[in-house]
């Protein structure tokens, strides 16, 4: 049998979605320019989430691919911007911190975006891994011990999430390039998940089982911890960040389908592969 590509069905009508629009229409209003491929990518991805049902599971979907700070800052979403503090480079295709005081802040928290103990993710798009192995975050914010949300480069071959967990304990995982799309999220009352697609396909999915406490309170953050437990912003990236992002859980099908599109979505927006 021959495999088809990945595309939106062809009877969604020939309008264009009206939230691929408004995203449009707000990166264009920041005076950047987005392409023709750049635009049916997006809507494609947009109504592909539609049917196959996980698009109202994000809060929050940040494409930071503009070469700018103003719609690098948007979220997909709900066309709201975050805050990008320090030193970053914004590159076609990605925005990198410079590994000490880069960093975005969403300007919302897990717990005031709806994610609660028995649905809750958060992604990256990583397109280059950080140069150091002492332990880097590329989303991250806790406020309590036992409130914690991050995905962490733990060193450069191991990748560590951690969502909701009564104990503090993360999922773990040993991979050959710390890169990719990685997705943690709920699964269940109990279950959560650490998924890694790269340009093989999905490489790791690592399954955890813990009891549940409440989202964190605070601000989440991109390239970098916002520890408010410790009134700390640690662990600062310098990793090539292409995509990151907020929701509610999905299940193991929702997550291949999800990360599957987020990488044809920044793959054809940019002309970059996914390591």
Request: net charge positive; no cysteine.
């Amino acid at each position: 049998m021959i495999a088809l590509p990945h595309f939106r069905p062809a009877f969604f009508g020939v309008g264009m979605d009206a939230d691929a629009a408004a995203y449009i229409a707000a990166v264009k209003n920041t005076g950047a320019s987005v392409s023709k491929t750049q635009s049916d990518a997006i809507v494609n991805f947009i109504e592909t989430g539609k049917f196959e049902g996980w698009y109202s599971s994000l809060k929050r979907l940040h494409l930071p691919i503009w070469g700018a700070v103003a719609p690098n800052a948007i979220d997909i979403i709900t066309r709201s911007s975050g805050t990008f503090v320090g030193n970053i480079t914004h590159a076609t295709g990605y925005v990198q911190g410079d590994g000490s005081t880069g960093y975005f802040d969403f300007g919302a928290s897990p717990s005031s975006l709806g994610l609660t103990t028995s649905g809750g993710s958060a992604f990256a798009l990583i397109n280059q891994a950080d140069s150091r192995n002492d332990g880097r975050f590329f989303i991250g914010v806790q406020t309590g011990g036992n409130r914690r949300l991050y995905i962490q480069q733990a060193f450069s071959t191991l990748l560590r999430s951690t969502i909701y967990s009564a104990s503090g304990a993360a999922i773990n995982t040993s991979v050959t390039q710390a890169n990719g799309i990685l997705l943690t999220a709920v699964n269940s009352a109990t279950d959560r998940y650490l998924k890694k697609r790269d340009s093989s396909g999905i490489s790791t999915t690592i399954i955890s089982t813990s009891s549940t406490t409440t989202a964190p309170i605070s601000n989440v953050f991109a390239m970098a911890n916002n520890d408010a437990l410790n009134l700390l912003i640690s662990g600062h990236t310098n990793a090539r960040l292409g995509a990151y992002g907020l929701g509610l859980g999905f299940t193991l099908t929702q997550g291949d389908n999800f990360t599957l599109s987020l990488k044809t979505l920044w793959e054809t927006s940019t002309g970059l592969t996914l390591p």
